[in-house]
């Protein structure tokens, strides 16, 4: 199935057909060993891939690959053309669904000035000029929102509780505007109210602007000023049709099976090469060279589309398994933004150790291997990553399902424990580019995307010869209700649902 034609995927997969026989799977396999799989990936092979990557978003007046785009279409027919072209290795098809998107632009004029205010997804439009009144706390109660709310722009500090609930508490009071204001120093404040609609109030026009910014109106207000805002939202909503891209090697056991997990889609903002071209390229690198090789249990590659918009396209996977399909799942490993410029090498923390978060049983093993890993066989640093479903991995987990992974780094900032161990800046964010125009081919550290590929192969490599490291595989079960509201477990978005 094709979604679409495009040269440029046509052209690149021309490359990789010439390569590998139609007859791939009559011949004998070795089977496949960690160091040899490590061995055949180069680093040139991510850079041309991640080339691909940013031209498919260079190509489209958006210059992005946001889900249902051109760009990202272009993305997932690369995929889906590169591993089909294996010779019969994989089984491959596309999981189609769809999901509402939106963008669009903000403004607030307060006090004679532009207060370089962003656009919270799934806002509904509209223009109003009315004073703004703070909130109390942290606006995650009805009780915060005082009378003089009503009719009027609701103020209100980042903090605590989902951005959606604040914007739906605003409605519910009357407002007819919200302005969220952050609650730590950065450059900007966007995100997304995190579904089309909730059962707290109706959405109200919302924007965010920075912490000196609010906390400069609020003092003001506090100080007996009346304020009035200009705030305009215009967004767009539109039902698009994504897929997600599966492949499954045609060897192996098919009831012990190992699944990888990376977004496929960008951000409105830039071509989403670290995020996530560079997870998206790696599961792509190692599957292609794993057809090399033969395999005990059956490895599962599953590019995941809107993650960006709420971790939907893993959502909808999960969601599409029986309960007898989930319990052939062994384990899920995910990999999103490998290749940050001012990284760190994170291992997602499955024991719970370091963040009192314990993974299903299988995720502290999978943590393990790549600590593992990093200290014997690459002679790396590492640091362990909070286990808070801030990824992909969520809806695994959720299911029971063991999960685990790799990670390096957004928008934190780097501290100087950090730079002895990884190098780099200490202060600054891991990545300076993190949802914006920036996250282009430049903005790769080609030294973490080769070092993360390679621990990919190797847990890869691991798994497919044998799961004896992984505990008995229990029957999956619901750990914890997810909520599609206010998606308790949130994706990279603690900036954008979460807002302590």
Aim: proline share 4%.
């Amino acid at each position: 199935m094709k979604l679409l034609t495009c040269g440029l995927v046509l052209s690149a997969s021309a490359e990789i057909a010439s390569a590998w026989p139609t007859t791939l799977q009559s011949r004998a396999l070795p089977l496949v060993q960690s160091n040899q799989l490590r061995r055949v990936l180069l680093r040139s092979n991510l850079l041309a891939k991640a080339q691909v990557l940013e031209g498919f978003a260079y190509s489209t007046p958006q210059r992005n690959r946001v889900f249902g785009g051109p760009g990202h279409n272009a993305t997932v027919n690369y995929i889906y053309d590169q591993v089909s072209a294996l010779g019969g290795y994989y089984d491959v098809e596309f999981q189609p669904f769809v999901e509402l998107y939106t963008a669009g632009n903000a403004t607030l004029v307060a006090s004679g000035e532009d207060q370089a205010a962003e656009l919270f997804t799934y806002s509904p439009s509209g223009k109003f000029s009315e004073p703004l009144v703070p909130v109390a706390n942290l606006g995650c109660n009805a009780s915060d929102y005082p009378a003089e709310v009503a009719g009027n722009i609701a103020l209100i500090s980042r903090g605590s509780c989902q951005f959606g609930l604040k914007s739906s508490l605003a409605g519910a009071a009357g407002a007819s505007a919200a302005v969220i204001y952050d609650n730590i120093d950065e450059p900007a404040l966007s995100g997304t109210l995190g579904a089309d609609n909730r059962p707290e109030g109706p959405y109200v026009p919302t924007a965010g602007i920075t912490l000196a910014r609010g906390t400069a109106l609020v003092n003001a207000i506090n100080g007996g000023a009346t304020i009035v805002g200009d705030i305009t939202v215009n967004s767009i909503r539109e039902n698009r049709t994504t897929y997600n891209v599966i492949a499954q090697t045609s060897g192996g056991d098919p009831n012990n099976v190992l699944v990888l997990t990376a977004h496929t889609d960008s951000v409105d903002a830039g071509p989403g090469i670290n995020d996530n071209g560079s997870g998206t390229i790696g599961l792509l690198e190692v599957a292609i060279q794993l057809a090399k090789f033969s395999v005990n249990n059956a490895i599962r590659f599953v590019w995941v589309s809107a993650e960006e918009f709420g971790l939907l396209g893993s959502e909808y996977y999960v969601a599409s398994l029986s309960d007898a399909e989930k319990n052939k799942i062994r384990l899920n490993l995910n990999f999103d933004m490998i290749a940050s410029p001012n990284f760190k090498y994170g291992i997602y923390d499955g024991d719970g150790s370091a963040f009192n978060v314990t993974g299903a049983p299988g995720s502290a093993e999978a943590e393990k291997l790549f600590q593992d890993y990093f200290t014997n066989d690459a002679g790396l640093n590492w640091v362990p990553e909070e286990f808070d479903g801030r990824s992909d991995y969520a809806p695994f987990a959720d299911a029971g399902i063991a999960a685990g992974g790799l990670f390096t780094g957004a928008e934190g900032i780097k501290t100087a424990e950090e730079q002895t161990l990884f190098g780099g800046e200490a202060g600054i964010a891991y990545d300076v580019n993190y949802h914006g125009a920036g996250d282009n081919v430049k903005n790769l550290n080609l030294g973490a995307f080769i070092q993360n590929a390679k621990a990919i192969a190797h847990a890869v490599a691991t798994y497919a010869r044998s799961f004896a490291s992984l505990p008995p595989k229990a029957p999956a079960r619901l750990v914890r209700e997810r909520d599609t509201v206010t998606k308790t477990w949130n994706s990279r978005f603690d900036k954008y649902f979460l807002t302590s």
